[in-house]
């Protein structure tokens, strides 16, 4: 199958209607109409995952985030830039075909991130499904973000959550041995509010929430929020693993939904890690 057709396959499967001129999943490099050896999906297509992909034959990768380190993967104002330069290099010669799969993972009624979250978590039977107004204007209130896991002591999830994603490092907020019964999960940059930083609060005043989980923050929003919680007696607290690690999973479990919908396709997992190192 030639990528046109694979990228053509996986839209209608999800059943999605995104505005083409809006969206920014689409092909970031390469010729559309190559013929594909072998598919890799990835959080992100860095340098160690293309060479990865190339040492495992792949022509194809699908990444989940920006491949030329800006939101919508614009790239005219990196054209002189050495980073970029080299970086297209790398992919021309080994004839690969990047496309990014992001707006329509995150637009379908079961949010495609979320379900490996909850997979690796083994937390799906908990998710908490209720119906929300069709006039609710708080996104994270109508994504249904709150799961009501078994009593455990918020130092036992931190050593879950690090286990079961393969956390190298947690930031955490509260006290260790506070309970947590009812988490908000915020993965990626859903902790920042999207469109609006206090969307975050209102989600965890109005959901009851205990603990979050979440990718990205900013200091002066949620994150101080729970803190000030905290230190006032109220049982709040906070996981902090990062926008990588709290989205790889997605990509993870997206192989074996892409291997039922393309069962002749090859189709591996690419982890592209986290992007620090701690000293």
């Known amino acids: 199958m030639k990528v046109r057709e694979i990228v053509d396959s996986i839209i209608r499967e999800t059943g999605v209607i995104l505005d083409q001129g809006r969206t920014v999943d689409q092909i970031i490099i390469g010729d ?5 050896t072998k598919t890799v999906t990835t959080f992100m297509a860095t340098v160690d995952v ?17 491949t030329w380190f800006n939101g919508r993967d614009e790239k005219e104002w990196l054209l002189n830039d050495p980073v970029y330069m080299k970086k297209k290099q790398l992919i021309e010669e080994n004839h690969l ?9 995150h637009a379908v009624s079961d ?6 979250f909850e997979q690796d978590m083994g937390w799906g039977e908990y998710k908490e499904r209720s119906k929300i107004s069709q006039e609710e204007k708080n996104p994270l209130m109508k994504a249904r973000l709150c799961y009501q896991i078994p009593e455990m002591k918020l130092k036992d999830l931190v050593m879950k959550v690090k286990e079961s994603l393969e956390v190298k490092c947690a930031r955490v907020i509260g006290n260790q ?4 019964h009812r988490v908000g999960v915020l993965v990626g940059g859903g902790s920042l509010g999207l469109g ?3 969307n975050t609060m209102e989600f965890m005043r109005r959901e009851n929430i205990d603990t979050v989980i979440c990718g990205d923050i900013t200091e002066w929003t949620l994150s101080a929020y729970i803190r000030d919680a905290s230190m006032l007696g109220l049982n709040k607290s906070m996981i902090i693993i990062g926008h990588e690690r709290s989205e790889e999973s997605g990509m993870k479990h997206l192989v074996s939904w892409l291997k039922q919908l393309l069962p002749e396709q090859t189709v591996s997992f690419i982890d592209a890690k986290e992007p620090f190192d701690y000293l």
Do not use: S
């Open 32 to 36: 559309p109409d190559t013929e594909v």
């Open 50 to 66: 293309i060479l990865e992909a190339v040492r495992l034959g792949a022509n194809f990768i699908i990444t989940h985030e920006p």
């Open 97 to 105: 075909v990047i496309w990014r799969f992001h707006d329509y993972m």
């Open 111 to 116: 949010d495609m991130i979320y379900q490996g």
């Open 177 to 180: 041995e506070g309970i947590c």
């Open 196 to 198: 609006n930083e206090k």
